[in-house]
């Protein structure tokens, strides 16, 4: 399908602790954890979340009307992304509209459960991308995670 839209602005990164989000878990737990989003801020400034976002339009199963929804609500500047060091990813989480949406009176555009899954479902997929591609094209670090020595041998 895809779609023929200007790219917005990146998201200011947040500095929250990633365990806050329902839908992401990150790290082994300890309390010293660098998300290292200053970095990832500067790389989504330097390009990458105009890489990201033109290879999501590209191919987006959303229609125009829908796009217009999640812009209105400024939903791409909520995206939060991170480092997960115990994984060696970046991590994301995607905004989206919440469940409560018709109670809420959320946007008067909105009218379908079928909108409102497509819309969060893409988002999803736009963060993913932009995860995949600030990854594979702009980080250049290793992970530091060491596991435990004591860990089993599952070979």
């Known amino acids: 399908m895809g779609l023929e839209v200007e790219t917005p602005d990146p ?51 959303l229609e125009r009307a829908a796009y217009e929804i999640a812009r209105d609500l400024e939903l791409f500047s909520e995206f939060d992304f991170f480092w997960d060091d115990f994984a060696d990813r970046v991590g994301y989480h995607a905004p989206g509209i919440p469940e409560d949406w018709r109670e809420r009176s959320y946007h008067p555009e909105l009218d379908s459960w079928g909108t409102v899954s497509g819309i969060n479902a893409e988002l999803t997929e736009l963060g993913q991308i932009v995860s995949t591609v600030l990854k594979e094209e702009y980080i250049d670090w290793e992970a530091d995670y060491e596991p435990p020595e004591d860990l089993p041998d599952f070979e």
């Open 11 to 61: 998201p200011e990164l947040s500095f929250v602790d990633p365990n806050e989000y329902e839908d992401a878990t990150v790290g082994d737990g300890s309390e010293d954890v660098d998300y290292r989003r200053e970095e990832l801020q500067e790389f989504l400034e330097d390009g990458a979340w105009e890489e990201s976002f033109q290879q999501w339009a590209e191919r987006a199963d």
